[in-house]
């Protein structure tokens, strides 16, 4: 059996952390940002964990 290849988009989006939980950056933060409030700007910075619904599949991608 061949070793499994870790999803090349998946690598670059999602971070495991060190309790074993997926972390990915929020959506709407690249252009078009003159329609957005300051504070909704403010809370799309940093990042945030993936839904407990989504966890398994991204972990699927980075094969753990």
Avoid: W, Y
């Avoid at 998946?10 to 252009?31: D, E, L, M, P, Y």
């Avoid at 003159?34 to 799309?44: C, E, F, I, P, T």
């Avoid at 964990?49 to 599949?57: Q, T």
């Amino acid at each position: 059996m061949p070793k499994m290849k870790t999803h090349s988009s998946a690598k670059k989006r999602f971070k495991i952390t060190g309790s074993g939980k997926v972390k990915r950056f929020q959506a709407n933060t690249r252009h078009r940002l003159r329609n957005r409030s300051k504070r909704q700007k403010l809370n799309l910075r940093g990042s945030t964990l993936v839904s407990v619904a989504d966890e398994a599949r991204m972990k699927r991608l980075l094969c753990m």
